[in-house]
């Protein structure tokens, strides 16, 4: 079992940056993808981005690239995801996810095997 808490969400600015984190516990941090995904009200959830276990590999949707940035540090169990020149439009809660034993990052939400709780990330216009 893997537990993740999202952490760093808040209310921000359009134009301005917000750092997610989000927190691994249980089996093995670094055996493990990651990926974030989010879900704005009354849409469905849509994949954001993903790394691969090592950090060696990512991927994005078409609507973050250029502007979101997602990292790991595996030391710490941590998976972050830095977001740039926020829209209203990316107003959403955001939820990291992990699938073990992956070594390719993916974008299907069914592939993932653990996800967070979820946090708030509110651009005023």
Do not use: H
Not at 28 to 40: H, L, P
Not at 47 to 63: L, M, P
């Amino acid at each position: 079992q893997v537990q993740l808490a999202e952490s760093g969400g808040g209310l921000v600015q359009a134009g301005g940056s917000l750092r997610l984190s989000c927190a691994a516990s249980g089996r093995t941090f670094s055996t493990y993808a990651m990926g974030w995904f989010r879900q704005a009200p009354g849409r469905e959830r849509e994949f954001v981005g993903s790394i691969s276990w090592s950090g060696g590999s990512t991927r994005y949707a078409d609507f973050v690239k250029g502007r979101f940035t997602i990292s790991r540090n595996n030391a710490k169990n941590t998976v972050y995801l830095q977001m740039n020149s926020l829209k209203a439009e990316d107003t959403a809660v955001y939820y990291c996810a992990a699938v073990f034993g992956r070594t390719n990052p993916t974008a299907r939400a069914d592939d993932f095997d653990y996800w967070g709780q979820g946090t708030q990330v509110t651009v005023s216009s």
